[in-house]
């Protein structure tokens, strides 16, 4: 069986307090160990530092600060306590920990990026199990990726993964809010995304965490995009990891691998990092970027909404208003001429996600 990413977010791994669940790290842990004694290389991605840090300063879950500032600080005082639960539960079972902590740029520069992997790819060899958190500590709160979803799939990437996991405290995606439908039930199986999707997704889930089902289906999204099998599913439920990556019947939410993938550095445009500009542009740059290998000129460009510099991340949208593509900018917003030929998106930094 190929590595597996397993990711559990805060609202699983704190209880209604903000305190760290040792019962459900054990959990989790002993599940995590009994398929790395199949030869199953694990990478655990873990939220819930800032959570973890509220109740050391006495701050309950409802008054969670707004600030970014405030956010950090709780970060570095939640994060040694939520390492050395991990790592006291995994050592029971003969593994050690490294601790990783990542930021966009890891993705996003090669040379940042292929550390990261050769030191994956040593603790694998090492044995041993690595723990990954976003740097949330010193990250610019402008360019961080604010929930570990998306770190998770894009981790996936990093170290070759077969399937995703992504561990809520639900049983997976499902029609409708459970708090207000009763008759809501789970979607097995997605294999298109749509504007019925995302709405039935909603925003964040909990007091206690940054996350939610929205960004749990833009990480599946990730993961599809590089080739790569997610669950989403209930990180009560027993041996969940084992059946999630055995593709058992019935553990959650499944959604499978696109038969055409992106590369790592095209996930990293697409899905990392934010837009700072949106550019409007006409049917016919539409039809030119759809059809795959054009770069965006300057002609096809309707508006602007936003300035940018060179190398930003730009978001392009159509004239019906939904954006379909993304792109690093050759041009600064200054410099943007719609009247001439200018290159705006070279194809190369181009990612149509339709």
């Known amino acids: 069986m190929a590595g597996v990413v397993v990711k559990i977010g805060t609202s699983s791994l704190t209880d209604v307090d903000g305190v760290i669940d040792a019962r459900v790290i054990g959990k989790v842990a ?21 959570a973890a840090g ?112 992504l ?25 298109q995304f749509d504007q019925q999707l995302e709405t039935i997704a909603g925003g964040a889930g ?22 790569v099998r997610t669950v989403i599913a209930n990180a009560e439920r027993p041996d969940v990891i084992a059946d999630a990556a055995s593709g058992a019947p019935g553990v959650g939410t499944v959604v499978p691998p696109r038969e055409i993938t992106l590369s790592a550095r095209k996930l990293w445009i697409g899905f990392a990092m934010p837009s ?9 740059a539409v039809r030119a970027l759809t059809a ?5 000129l300057s002609v096809g460009v309707a508006s602007v909404d936003g300035s940018f510099e060179r190398r930003d991340p730009i978001e392009i949208v159509g004239p019906d208003g939904t954006a379909f593509a993304k792109g690093i900018a050759r041009l600064s917003s200054g410099e943007l001429d719609t009247t001439s030929g200018q290159m705006l998106v070279h194809a190369d930094d181009l990612v149509v996600i339709s």
């Open 167 to 191: 561990l809520t405290d639900t049983d997976g995606v499902l029609t409708g809010d459970p708090t207000k439908d009763p008759a809501a039930s789970l979607i097995d199986e997605i294999v």
């Open 54 to 165: 509220m109740p050391v300063l006495g701050i309950e879950a409802a008054d969670r600060p707004t600030n970014a500032v405030a956010l950090q600080a709780l970060s570095s005082i939640g994060q040694p306590a939520l390492v050395a639960t991990w790592s006291a539960a995994l050592t029971e079972h003969g593994y050690a920990v490294g601790q990783i902590l990542l930021a966009p740029h890891n993705f996003g520069e090669r040379q940042q990026y292929l550390h990261a992997r050769a030191t994956l790819q040593r603790l694998h060899k090492l044995g041993v199990v690595p723990l990954i958190n976003e740097n949330d500590a010193v990250t610019d709160a402008e360019i961080r990726f604010g929930d570990n979803d998306r770190i998770a799939a894009l981790v996936a990437t990093l170290v070759d993964a077969e399937t995703l996991i």
């Open 292 to 296: 795959g290998g054009n770069s965006l």
């Open 276 to 284: 700072v500009a949106t550019i409007n542009v006409d049917d016919g």
């Open 206 to 227: 909990s007091v206690r965490g940054s996350g939610g089902m929205a960004s749990k289906l833009t990480a599946a999204k990730i993961a599809a995009w590089s080739g």
């Open 30 to 50: 002993a599940e995590v160990a009994e398929l790395r004694g199949k030869g199953v290389q694990v990478t655990i991605v873990t939220s819930g530092a800032i």
